[in-house]
């Protein structure tokens, strides 16, 4: 490296990974937030003590003087105006862009609307069920930076958001993948087509790409040895897809059948489609699947809060979808069940046009309770279309689910929505629902704290 003068922006996860990557090779490292984070700053000035820490704004002379300024995922450098706030040679690039840079190993890039935890997650299995040394990180539980302190694996396998990918300019990953597009984050972009336009970033300079060939407006961009992925029949030896014999489904690529469906303990087509990706990524970083890998990915039983098993009580099913937070991955949750179904649903749309979700209220949804600060919005669109309820709280709403529910049916939390009106974040809105369960519905007297 070394740097004479860095500004980090952010004080959060990643900006704390970023200072520590820094923090021997840079003379002067300044680290701003916005906010009045007076607990963060204490804790990274005990951590940090040469750190000079800003709140409550930017210092501008800092901007107009520094080396490199790296941005926080969750700082927009457009709000903040950041290109006209900086020095004439002063970088304007975030944490993935710098993990990119210094990587000695492959980097596996998986981004998309939804299930990039997931997928991210059985690609990590996989690799490493398989022999070889996988480290995952970035968008899901340690920060990318913060990998390099362990012993360099075989490949790096990264889940990125859009807000990583848009200050990201030379990765070069060996396998890119978009999974899916569905709109989100529309409060941050002046449009769908500036969001996904951030998640296209992924496939530049990648050696080979993974696309799923069921979505049609998903960034594409054909490499010579691109494979695709999705639930029809494999049209050639390229595609990972379904076989359907009878009654079985077999996860296969071209004819060549790989995996009972029905051995998977991810419940739900969707999370077909999620191992189907896993295994195109894992065939482009060539590797021949065994059945030590298979058995693997057949046990892992799901991340919480995505399309989680809570209940299965009086033969209702009962789903923590919270991590639903857009209507694509509402619309994929719903498909991925063929049992009739009671949905709650609502909470900050964030922006979104919720009309998609009209095609989805067939006669397999039987009744939607709504909740939340945009239940309304919800309201005007599924009105005359599906049976409408509403609930003053999550607790309401688990209480009519379960008041309606019969037996053979599925009840489903999956918003659609952010959960900030209500809850910190999605995590803690599955947890009250898993608390709300097992106390309303699995009558556990103990439901593991206040919901």
Known sequence: MPYKKVAVIGFGITGQSVIRYLGDSTSELIAMDTRNLAVNARQLKRSFPKVRLVTGGLDQHTLKTADMVVVSPGVSIHALELANKIGPQTELLGDIELFARHATAPIIAITGSNGKSTVVTLVDILINAGGRTALLGGNIGVPALD???????????????????????????????????????????????????????????????????????????????????????????????????????????????????????LKGRQNWLNVLAALAVVSQYRMNITSAMLDAICAFEGLAHRCEQLANKDGVLWINDSKGTNVGATLAAIAGFAQPKVLIMGGQAKGADFSPLVAAMDESVREVILIGEDASELEAVLKNKVALSQAQNLEGAVLRAKEISSSGEVVMLSPACASFDMFENYRQRGEAFRQLVNLHVLELCDSGGQA
Do not use: C, M
Request: net charge negative; hydrophobic share 35%; glycine share 6%.
């Open 147 to 265: 990998l390099f302190q362990k012993p360099t694996p075989d490949v790096y396998v990264l889940e990125l958001s859009s807000f990583q990918l848009e200050t990201t300019d030379n990765l070069k990953a060996d396998v890119a993948v978009v999974l899916n597009l569905s709109e989100d984050h529309l409060d941050r972009y002046p449009s769908y087509v500036a969001y996904t336009d951030a998640k296209a970033r992924v496939y530049r300079h990648a050696r080979s790409e993974v696309i799923n060939r069921d979505e049609p407006g998903a960034p594409q961009i054909p490499l010579p040895n691109s494979v695709s992925f999705g639930l029809g029949v494999p049209r050639n030896g390229q595609e990972f897809g379904l076989i359907h014999e009878g009654e079985v489904d077999w996860l296969a690529q071209g004819d060549t059948k790989i995996l009972q469906a029905d051995r998977l303990a």
